[in-house]
């Protein structure tokens, strides 16, 4: 599984760097939870509203001058054979590789026919 996860969050930072909503919500599972580091949560029931929803965060990135993002420190945890958590640090970049942003968030992840999807995130409280 540790070799899956990795090309999942490599596939990941790939389409990121493309700043597409639609194709970062591919990887999400419908309905979709995320959950702030401030506690609130939100729900997402379709495709296309996760989509609008990391299109919006991706606008936002973009107008801070990141660029690219990579992540680190992957931890995960066997839910059974099908589920499992994954913990990443990750880092938003600017045009020449600095740092501009770094949080640490969770996943729960499920193995369908389409491989891994997110189903629920956490970032994690500082």
Known sequence: MSTELETFFDDFVRAFAR???ALIARRYATPYLALDAA?????FATAEAIAGYFQS???HYAA???RSCRYHSLETVSLGSASVL???TWELLDGEGRTLAS???SYNLK???EGLRIYASTDHAE
């Open 86 to 88: 994954a913990s990443v």
């Open 57 to 59: 965060v991706l606008d």
């Open 39 to 43: 506690g609130q949560a939100r729900a």
């Open 64 to 66: 801070q001058g990141c």
């Open 19 to 21: 700043f597409d909503g």
């Open 111 to 113: 193995r369908g026919g």
């Open 103 to 105: 949080w640490r968030e």
